[in-house]
Structure formats: C-alpha cells, structure tokens
C-alpha cells in the first residue's frame, strides 16, 4: 500500500519536523499512525517530502524527514469547464475529477443549470467544491493540489479560454470524436462540460472561435460524468494512463 500524503504550507527540510493542527490530528488520531511508520508530506504545488514517524502523541506525530523533492507542473495542464449540476453531483464530479488528474475546475453557470450560485449560499457551494478538490488530491497521494477556480459566467469564460492552448467543447450533436481530435503537445487543454439541459444554440455560437465541438459516443451522459469520462480519454491519450 502506498504511503498516505498530508498537506503542510511548505515543505520542511530534511531532519526533525513535527506535524500537527488538523492533518497532524488525522495521521495520529484517526489514521492512528505509528513509530516506524512512513508516510508522504506534500506542499500541494509539487513538493513532496518522504518521512518516518519517530513518536505518535494525541493530535501530532514527531517525524524524521528523510529527503524531499519538487515534481515539475504538469504539461499539458488539463482543465475541467463544469456546467453546475443539481444536487451533490457537482461535488461527486470533482471528486472524479480530481482523483483521474485534473489541474482545474471552472464552475460555468451556464443558461441551462438549474442550480444557481448566488451570494452566501454561492460560496458555500463552492467551498464544498474545494474541500473535495483539497481530499480527493490526498485521496490520489497527488502531489499538486486540484484548484476550483471561481464560478463563471459564459461572457467570462469566453475570454478565459482565450489563454488555452486547445479548448474541447463537449456535445452530444457533435460528429468528431474525442479519440480521434489531434491533442495539443504543451499549455492548458480544455474540456468544457454543459448541464443536463446541454449547451445552449447561443453558448455554442460563443464557444464556436475554439473550433468544433467533440462527442464521446452514442449515448449521452449525466454533466457529472461526462467530465471524468473524457479527461480518462485524454489522460490515455496523453500516455500517462
């Protein structure tokens, strides 16, 4: 079994370093770690550092840090444009999300989402999404943590796309299939995902500048699963799976 990451704010140097607050209280207290054990430290931007618990008390663990390291960004960077879903399939979906390896979710509040995020309850919604995003990265001993940008209209999106490399607009009426879409070597590729109700005519005329839209097959899948879905295509794709 591998060994199981905690998020630290920067990375410790190699030696004696004591884990504590609420991911030293889950290695001790919950996962129960103990004297000999190892285990992962990760800064959640690429560093990860490997270390041995020396003590266990209540909420903290005493580590020995035996060596640490910077993983480069991943390239190409793969983005996630996630139309909001009704219900807690919005969280289910970055939960997926980010467990397959997704470096960004864009919530879109596109025409047809019933779910609406507006005010308080809009943030709240959101940070839901980020602590997902923050435990599946742990979940998937990811050394980059998955970013949940803010909510976006389409007008903002628009332009936000603007800085991709290739953007990959799903749709069921669409005749080329992802497989088959030549896949750009380096930047940010994009997959931008609609509601249940699908991308409406005028969203699509927005999006038509990143060029034709892509199908994944014959049938037609819930917003929360269509996502992961096609980021496991690319992920194949990419040779990374």
Known sequence: ??????????????????????????AADVQRLQSGETLLLADGAGGVASAR???????????????????????PKLTV???????????RAVQM?????????????ASRSIVQWKGPRGDKARAKWEATAREASKQARRAH?????????????????????????????????????????TGEIALVI??????????????AEFGEPVRLGDTVLRTSTAGPAALAVLQARLGRW
């Open 53 to 75: 618990v020396d003590r266990a008390e209540r909420g903290l663990l005493h580590l020995e840090v035996l060596d640490n390291r910077t993983l480069p960004d991943p390239d």
């Open 194 to 207: 609609g509601p249940e109700g699908s991308i409406s005519p005028d969203e699509l005329a927005a999006l």
């Open 1 to 26: 079994m591998s060994d199981p990451v905690f998020l630290v704010d920067a990375l410790p140097a190699v030696g004696a370093y004591v884990l504590d607050g609420p991911e030293g209280h889950h």
């Open 145 to 185: 943590l998955a970013h949940v940008a803010e909510l976006h209209t389409t007008k903002q999106l628009v332009q936000r796309l603007r800085s991709a490399a290739q953007v990959l607009v799903l749709h069921e009426e669409a005749t080329l299939p992802l497989s088959k879409v030549e896949l750009a070597a």
């Open 81 to 91: 444009v996630q139309a909001l879903p009704k219900g807690d399939r919005g969280e």
């Open 97 to 109: 999300l980010t467990e397959i390896g997704v470096d960004e979710v864009i919530p879109w509040a």
